[in-house]
């Protein structure tokens, strides 16, 4: 996806990142942009010998952002730690990091490649059978990394503030992605202040949360990879989006989330209780707002799936309501 989040890098200068990486005797055989993500810029680069890492790169900093995705590129780099080092989930590995800008004004990270192609690439070809397959496989590593506790709740980011309520972190989270659309300003079909008085009426379903979990917030089609040979989970990508907070967050629980046999292997979870039935609303319509508003910082060429989501505010609202 075009996106002016994304920081341009050409073979000269990735020559000398994996030079600082590796030492000076590795050789750069070939450079491809990785071009499906949406946020942070990503590049495959195979080395002399045949071995190939991702390079990631943080948007470029006179670029504006969305102020919970400030600074998310580090935050990725700690959930794909924390999962590598506590679960069996394929995620890549961190191979090295670079916070000192010296080839690019960004921070940035090579990691291991996961050969294979996106599930929303691949998907029409596998059977029901390997795509059930695949989706209980992601349910069980999706519920060992909710099993992972932290110290508080709030955006993995290091520089990002810390909660002790969920209440709060998630209240801090909307909030700030209502402050970037009045910025711009971006017109909604639903008074800002309306969804702030909303969110502030769900606060005794969001105070039932009392335990941080890592949560990973984007696991879709387009990060998880398939085996193109023998149509087996290969990898889940973009952690960059994690936070420490209700694994009932995670997209699979909510309208967006379809896939049965995930949610089977995953193993239960309140989703019928009053409290929870309002965070699931509650955490629907945050999503629907940052999808309505991200478009503009994007500045995507087109932006139909923002359009989309601004269609589904007036109900999400009267859904948070109901209860």
Not at 71 to 97: G, K, N
Not at 191 to 207: F, S
Not at 290 to 295: F, H
Request: glycine share 8%.
């Amino acid at each position: 996806m075009e996106s002016i989040s994304k920081t341009a890098v050409d073979v000269a200068t990735a020559r000398a990142i994996v030079v600082d990486a590796f030492g000076p005797d590795t050789a750069v055989t070939e450079f491809e942009e990785l071009t499906e993500g949406w946020f942070n810029a990503a590049y495959a680069i195979t080395l002399g010998g045949g071995r190939t890492v991702v390079l990631k790169v943080a948007p470029p900093p006179d670029v504006e952002v969305l102020a919970y995705e400030r600074d998310i590129i580090h935050a990725e780099i700690e959930a794909l730690r924390l999962i590598h080092a506590s679960t069996a989930a394929p995620v890549p590995e961190v191979l090295w990091t670079d916070d000192r800008c010296r080839h690019v004004p960004s921070p940035l990270f090579l990691m291991s490649h996961v050969p294979g192609s996106s599930l929303s690439t691949i998907g029409g070809e596998l059977t029901d059978v390997e795509r059930a397959d695949i989706d209980s496989e992601l349910g069980r590593h999706l519920r060992a990394i909710n099993a992972i506790v932290g110290p508080a709740f709030g955006l993995l980011a290091p520089a990002a503030e810390r909660f002790d309520r969920w209440t709060a972190a998630f209240t801090a989270l909307v909030e700030s992605v209502l402050v970037d659309g009045e910025r711009r300003p971006v017109e909604l079909p639903v008074r800002y202040d309306d969804v702030r008085a909303t969110l502030a009426a769900g606060a005794a379903a969001l105070d039932e949360v009392t335990e941080p979990r890592l949560v990973y917030w984007d696991l879709w089609d387009g990060n998880v990879l398939v085996d193109t040979t023998t149509h087996r989970l290969a990898g889940m990508l973009d952690l960059e989006r994690a936070m420490w907070g209700d694994p009932l967050i995670e997209g699979q629980f909510g309208p967006h989330g379809h896939a049965d046999a995930l949610v089977a292997a995953y193993g239960p979870i309140d989703t019928t209780s009053p409290g929870a039935r309002t965070r699931r609303a509650l955490y629907t319509l945050h999503l629907h707002l940052v999808m309505s508003i991200e478009g503009a910082y994007r500045q995507y060429p087109e932006d139909p799936i923002g359009d989309w989501a601004k269609t589904q505010l007036v109900d999400d609202l009267d859904r948070c309501r109901a209860g």
